[in-house]
């Protein structure tokens, strides 16, 4: 006997070797369509950072390059930025005048919200002078770029009647056709501008508490005019 094991040992060692090697493979082409099928999750809709980033794991898990994709144009993006953008050049502009008005970001629009109590006397529509010196101060941002405006009167539930105003309706609208003429005076395009008068139709707090009282300092927040800055069309 030599010690030599028979060739038939060394042919099953050689099967149950390869047999080993076919189950690592199924197990990695499972893992990458596992990775596939969650890429294609991720990316129906369209997010260009959120496919950056699985390119990225992907690229990873493969050991490989990702080839460059080509940068997808987000319109609503792009309005995104320029708003948010426009945001931060407001608030440089405004400075501390915060008990003034207020300003949002939402998904179409930058809300500008100038409250009442500085921008008008109660039951008036008449501008006051630090409303036009404050409204001095956003006018060139805005006249600047194009850039569309839609302008909403906002009043308390405190009825009103008078010549000039029989309602809230009238008064809200005047107080919003305030805020355009000034703008277009400062030489905003007047086909840019629309303008709303809401009345009490919709409050940012209850005017009344839950036995009927009025909330003075709610209805003094309610009365307010919103200027909605929406980018413009592309020509």
């Not at 890429?39 to 050991?63: G, H, W």
């Not at 953008?85 to 939402?106: C, H, M, P, V």
């Not at 009345?199 to 307010?224: C, E, K, M």
Request: glycine letters at 6%; one cysteine or more.
């Amino acid at each position: 006997m030599t010690g030599h094991k028979p060739p038939f040992f060394t042919t099953e060692r050689r099967q149950r070797q390869e047999q080993g090697n076919w189950a690592l493979s199924f197990a990695d082409m499972m893992t990458l369509l596992l990775c596939f099928f969650v890429l294609m999750v991720t990316v129906s809709k369209v997010d260009p950072a959120r496919y950056q980033t699985m390119s990225s794991i992907m690229s990873e898990a493969m050991k490989g390059k990702a080839a460059p994709a080509e940068t997808a144009k987000d319109p609503a993006g792009e309005k995104r930025k320029n708003l948010f953008a426009l945001q931060k050049e407001l608030s440089r502009s405004i400075g501390q005048e915060t008990e003034a008005l207020s300003l949002k970001l939402r998904p179409d629009a930058v809300a500008i919200n100038l409250k009442g109590a500085v921008f008008f006397k109660l039951g008036d529509a008449t501008l006051t002078g630090r409303a036009k010196t404050i409204l001095d101060r956003i006018v060139g941002p805005l006249t600047e770029q194009q850039y569309e405006l839609v302008i909403e009167g906002h009043s308390d539930n405190i009825p009103i009647h008078s010549d000039k105003y029989p309602s809230n309706w009238e008064l809200s609208s005047a107080r919003a056709s305030s805020v355009a003429r000034f703008f277009i005076a400062r030489g905003f395009p007047k086909d840019d501008i629309k303008v709303m008068g809401l009345a009490d139709t919709r409050p940012i707090a209850p005017n009344t508490d839950g036995a009927g009282a009025p909330l003075p300092d709610n209805q003094s927040r309610n009365r307010r005019v919103i200027i909605l800055v929406k980018p413009g069309a592309t020509p």
